[in-house]
């Protein structure tokens, strides 16, 4: 018995694998994350912004407040809510003043966004850092002026202290500053699941099930976009015009070459409804939606139920998120204003 | 050094206290919280609902799930937020499709609440697992009617397995067991302070200005109405035509006697803004505004300051919260509605 297991152990640290499907995978640019939390963190880091574990802290709490929308009522979390598969599980985003998105686009999930190529469903940001500037200001989301959430933490003593804490006593507490520390969080957000393991060499991971599933994804050609680390995060041409059953809903047309942001699969089983205007709610109907759209096939019914059975083994394993306390305003901190 | 600690720690633990101010403030009523959290958590059980881990964390998911309410989008945190001393910050409660509530009340906080003799700013309410069935159903809150609650958590696989493991295989999740779920949760969220390490002997825990606001606070007649574990949370007459500065802002009159319930003040630095109208925003000026309106007195900037130095020593420890994953909505869950 131990003998076995040691034995197992062996074969999924490193060996190769003996199924096909691995290597079928792998050829297919899918990749799996890295075993280890270090080595994670390692891949999420970057130069220009470094992770460090003050920074995390912070920028939990800035995701979690309120106080950086108008309003004081919507935080990051209000439409990317980690409790609900990083997202708000509404079809359009609603924001300041029970706003929906104007273009009727589906809020995308924050776990593993780190692996998005660009940002946003038109990709019009480069990373994390940056995308978090958008929606603090955009008008129907947080509605809050730069000038507004700059002086808001600023006239927070406790807040003002974690920065000097995480930057050193000099630092310029800036908007700038407030979404790199948001985006340090974000990075963190990374759910591996038992897909990874599997891909990783682990074999029994998924199931006889998933395993068809995920080959049908393969063979039917959906990992040609949703491949990589995400399973997505790359720039796609979507015809929103033609063959999309729900093209008459919002005004989305990607970005000026018509290219959208191909979305994780990853904790896709959370993450009703689907698509950029959050028409389809069925996984399985959006699987089918893929290949008439995308593939220009028709998917069956039953090579769809595997794929979504395939599909379910990339809900991942959370991280610990310890509820923060947030520092209390003071009687300078500007006021929410829900106008 | 070693010697002294551990007389310290004799006197914390039982001696009788040579300072006065801790008779006056027992004879006054105060009272402390104790000291173990197994006694705290023995102060906030009861028999017709009584307090199991299971309950708790299961309770934990319901007051974070958005889908509590028609829209999917406003959880208990939204008004109640755990982040920021249990309230919302905004003057009056804003819910459904960004309405803010009809007679201008503002969100009371939920951490402590189980202290509240009466729920609800007019008392209507006997206890939490009551008054949790109010805001899920009433309209400009969370505007969900019992039935479509019932429904969607039933549809939910993972949370009727977590109902059978709370309550028995079985059980019924009627509205009355969802809502009592969420307050056995909610019986929890107690936050003891230096103050209470004070009231019980360890009379180095509040400093030498903390205390003379203490002494002032009683002596002023704050204690009056403040009082018990939660320094508050009983019903007194409250002349809301009146006295009151903003007695025009809100229609709101208390019960049918003009009574209404006094806030409880642990946390009162994280609360504001202040009173059933949330017209207050500094501290200051609402101990003054109770001397006047309450105790006919005028109370003097200074002395005012000194009230605020104490009442900021209630700011309690909050319990850990790890952040919940909700299970996944399925394709039986009834759909969000934000209209």
Known sequence: MKKAFLLASIISV??????????????????????????ILKLVDNTKNPITKAKVELGKKLYFDPRLSKSGLISCNTCHN????G?????????????????????PTVYNSVFNQRQFWDGRSPDLEDQAQGPIQAAPE?????????????????????????????????????????????????????????????EKSLT???????????????????????????????????KY???????????????VRVPTLRNIEETAPYFHNGKIWSLKEAVQEMGTTQLS???????????????KSLTGKKPNIQY???PPSTEKTAKPDIK
Request: glycine share 10%; aromatic share 8%; with cysteine.
């Open 87 to 107: 997202v708000d599980g509404v079809e359009a985003a609603i924001g300041h003043k029970w706003t929906a998105n104007p273009h009727h686009l589906n809020s």
């Open 245 to 259: 059953k729900y093209k008459n809903v919002g005004d989305f047309k990607g970005d000026k070459n018509g290219m």
């Open 14 to 39: 490193g060996a190769v694998a003996n199924n096909p499907l691995i290597k079928q995978a792998t050829d297919a640019g899918l990749k799996p994350l890295p075993k280890s939390e270090a080595e």
């Open 297 to 311: 096939i028709k998917i069956s019914e039953k090579d769809a139920n595997k794929i979504v059975t395939f599909l």
């Open 142 to 202: 947080m509605a809050a002026p730069k000038e507004l959430i700059v002086g808001r933490i600023n006239s927070i003593p406790q807040y003002v202290s974690e920065f000097k804490e995480a930057y050193g006593k000099d630092v310029k507490i800036d908007f700038k500053k407030i979404a790199d520390t948001i985006a340090t969080f974000e990075r963190t957000l990374v759910t591996p699941s038992r897909y990874d393991a599997f891909l990783s060499g682990d």
């Open 82 to 85: 980690l409790a609900l598969g």
């Open 324 to 326: 923060p306390t947030l």
């Open 208 to 242: 006889k099930e998933e395993q068809e599933g995920l080959k049908l994804f393969i063979d039917k050609g959906c990992a040609s976009c949703h491949n990589g680390v995400a399973l997505g995060g790359g720039m796609q041409p979507f015809d929103t015009n033609k």
